[in-house]
């Protein structure tokens, strides 16, 4: 890859598209960060939007709104994917969930697009405690995790790992499994906010009570989709860690505390 080739970005202001963007930019590289909201619009609701975006790609980071696993995710990935390789794009990098036979579709689309790829596979993100779903409201964070472990990712290591794979050929025709060192419960994950910031409390809600709390803040279907899809992915299958960041960057993924210590201490 060269100084002059260009990446784009989709989802260029979310949690790890941003990150990504910042740290291609360090290195002199080229980057068009697009979303709903840029100069350049992207929207994958609206294929009209997709050509101007992906000009003079020639690579491309793949987030998808709302979710990966929603239904016609797929189809939009594919059709996404083939606009950008006819247009010159060598390098595809997908960002996808870990344990989500629901995403296994579009992974497929990247996969047999006919340029290298990456798939990045990922746990839960420790910034949805800092930026999503998991912030927490009033010193509580409610959410139907039970006591289940989860081995939460910090989005700093996915953008490293992103960038290495959209800059160093040699991470071609991989799909890695990120997660953080070690899987912890989500009152864990409370406890070690709590000792940067003050108190803080973990409750644990059912899924019903939880699709309850979202009314008014999602449309009805996305409430559904996103209840049902905590309910499959909190059963336990992921309930462990793995060295996929040592795999692909050859250091050790950020532990839970760790980043609570870093994106948290100034918040006293």
């Known amino acids: 890859m060269t100084k002059t080739e260009t990446t784009v970005v989709l989802g260029g202001n979310g949690k790890t598209g941003r990150r990504v963007a910042e740290r291609l930019r360090?290195?002199?590289?080229?980057?068009?960060a697009v979303s709903r909201s840029s100069e350049t619009p992207f929207d994958w609701s609206d294929a009209a939007t997709w050509?101007?975006?992906?000009?003079g790609a020639d690579s491309l980071y793949i987030t998808y709104y709302p979710?990966?696993?929603?239904?016609g995710a797929a189809d939009h990935v594919r059709a996404v994917t083939e606009l950008a390789t006819r247009k010159g794009t060598r390098r595809l990098v997908l960002l996808a969930g870990r344990g989500e036979p629901q995403v296994h579709p579009a992974e497929e689309a990247v996969r047999s697009a006919g340029v290298d790829f990456t798939i990045l596979e990922c746990s839960f993100f420790a910034q949805n405690?800092?930026?999503?779903v998991l912030t927490p409201m009033?010193?509580?964070?409610?959410f139907p995790g039970g006591a289940v472990r989860e081995p939460f990712i910090?989005?700093?290591?996915i953008?490293?790992?992103a960038v290495a794979a959209l800059t160093d050929p040699r991470h071609a025709g991989k799909t890695y499994e990120l997660t953080g060192p070690e899987a912890i419960t989500f009152e864990s994950a409370v406890a070690a906010m709590s000792d940067v910031v003050g108190p803080l409390r973990y409750v644990p809600v059912s899924f019903e009570d939880y699709a309850g709390m979202l009314e008014g803040q999602l449309p009805p279907a996305q409430i559904e989709f996103f209840v049902e899809l905590f309910r499959?992915?909190?059963?336990?299958?992921?309930?462990?860690?793995t060295d996929g960041v040592e795999q692909a960057i050859g250091r050790p993924a950020t532990s839970f505390a760790d980043w609570a210590k870093r994106a948290l201490g100034g918040a006293r």
């Open 26 to 32: 360090a290195l002199g590289r080229p980057v068009r």
């Open 51 to 55: 050509g101007p975006a992906l000009e």
């Open 67 to 71: 979710d990966l696993a929603v239904p």
């Open 129 to 132: 405690f800092s930026e999503g």
């Open 138 to 142: 009033d010193g509580v964070v409610a």
């Open 154 to 157: 910090d989005c700093n290591d």
């Open 159 to 161: 953008a490293d790992v």
């Open 232 to 241: 499959f992915l909190l059963d336990g299958h992921n309930a462990h860690a």
